[in-house]
């Protein structure tokens, strides 16, 4: 975009009355040249699932505007599908960030203008409830406003299909394609008092959050258990000032998890996030608060969502004492072997049971389903492929849905929703270690070490490199270009076994020398699978500036693994980091 225009969209928002004089104002105080540009260069773009961008007023940041521009192209999209779609609605929910219930409520307002129903929660609530909620009010689709585990200067607009997970790909070019219709930024926006006078806005929350809980507590092995014994396993637990304090507190509670501490400091909803750095449940660092508490009240289990409460982080007790961080990889692992385990004992495990995780989580998953002759499918990175997995199997009938998780701290068991939910995790993971604890003797750490000894020992890591701007992407072209160029033998002594490159849908065979397709959808990404397990992972991020690198390793014992990822990473990323300079 020339410079020229740019400056054309600055004049337009500083000038016309339509943006409220807050924006005006905030746009003529700015003084930093390339701030300027790059709130005006482009449109905030969106995405598969949505959009999210850093809060400020411009085209290519998150504000009322932006959100009523979206929410156009979205009620266009459901008027298409008739007045039944219109009349269905959509429901909205909102987390503790920044101007998330004023993002809500512009949202209800700019589908009521067009005519279509809007039931917006009461108050802030889970992604993975608003996914349920979608199906229990069988409306057309959903919109959550939440960035996740973002930094608090971010928030985003997260879109679902009926179905309750997000969006398809084809619905989304729909809404793309009409957002790129519109002229100039005017939507109109019914009042409050109007749509709530037509009947367009309806308040909803308490009869959903008992259907939710209630398929939650469903998903429990051993009910009778908790109800029993449940006072005996100590919990700390931190929301990290979003939305999961009160729905985990009370679900776990009323399971009969009593003996439950909140962090206080971080129990109330707070969109400045105000002491942690980064509220993600994947940076260790956001347990230190919940880990001193732990320490002083002897907790079993320390557990922590993000603010939208769809991912949860998990520190565990071990016999010595001391806590133990498991990754998101290790908590799918022992999810999925405590409830492939218990429900064989049982004489529950179906016949088509089916186990799904992306291909970027740890290769252990394959090799406990294997354990159990349970089908292993894997998806590309993202929870609604799992998703949409759950949906093709409830509509052909070819398996029965059992757990599902991505190595990004995502898990879910059972059909009531179509995205991850730490709500549940946070549940089944107090039961399963009060199940190992009581019946057992063991600990979760333990646990682990049981599967490593049954299965081989794995270990995964991540790497990032961001690269801003233009150049930046091109660089991440570059990389992708280069890494399809190769074909080694080995990365830091693993032997590669094959390359799957899903931009093309193949897989190639090195030891054969042969090819075959690959069934998913393309996506530019890139695996190099190690003989016997494990892989190395190039993936540029759909939604920032940069590119994830994923590890997984595996060994006969733990005490060379890391060793073993410290030589496949440097000879891995040393040529790349060669080539950024370039």
Known sequence: MSQVSIYEKYKAWTKSSYFDQETREELLDLHDQKELEDRFYTDLEFGTGGMRGILGAGTNRMNKYVIRK???????????QGAEACH??????????????????????????????????????????????????????????????????YNGYKVYWEDGGQIPPHKAKMIVEKISRQRGWEI??????EAEKQGLVLRVGEEIDKAYFLEIKKQLLFPELAKEHGKNLKIVYTPLHGTGGRPVQKVLEETGFTSFFIVPEQE???????????????????????????????????????????????????????????TGNEIGILLEYYLLTQKKKMGQ??????????????????KIADQFGVKMVNVLVGFKYIGEQIKDMEEKGWGTYLFGFEESFGYLAGTYARDKDAVEASALLSEAALHYLLKEGKTLPAVLEEIFLLCGY???????????????????????????????????????????????????????????????PQENVIRFSFRGGGFVMARPSGTEPKVRFYFCIRGDSGSDLDDRMARVKKDFLGSIQELIKM
Request: with cysteine.
């Open 349 to 366: 495990l179906q016949a088509d049971a089916i186990i799904i995780k992306t291909i970027a989580s740890t290769d252990l998953g394959e």
């Open 88 to 153: 269905r609605g959509v429901v909205i929910a909102f987390d503790s960030r920044r101007y998330s219930a004023e993002f809500a409520m512009e949202t209800a307002l700019v589908l009521a203008a067009n005519g279509i129903k809007a039931y917006v929660f009461d108050s802030l609530r889970p992604t993975p409830e608003l996914s349920f909620a979608v199906r229990f009010l069988h409306t057309i689709a959903g919109v959550n406003i939440t960035a996740s585990h973002n930094p608090k200067n």
């Open 458 to 520: 794995y270990k995964e890591d991540q790497t990032a490199i961001s690269l801003q701007g233009k150049a930046g992407k091109e660089r991440i072209d570059r990389i992708m270009d280069y890494l399809r160029t190769l074909k080694p033998n080995c990365i830091g002594e693993q032997t590669v076994g094959s390359i799957e490159d899903y931009l093309v849908s193949r897989r190639f065979i090195l030891n054969e020398n042969r090819e075959e397709p690959i069934d998913l």
């Open 268 to 326: 109330k909803p707070d969109g400045e996030f105000s002491t942690v750095e980064s509220p993600n449940p994947e940076d260790s660092r956001a347990f230190q608060l919940a880990l001193d508490y732990a320490e002083r009240q002897c907790a079993d289990i320390v557990l922590a969502t993000d603010p939208d409460a769809d991912r949860l982080g998990l520190y565990a007790k071990q016999e010595n004492g001391e806590y133990r961080r498991f």
């Open 188 to 193: 109109t926006v019914l009042s409050e008092e």
């Open 70 to 80: 979206v929410t156009q192209g979205l009620a266009d999209t459901i008027k298409e």
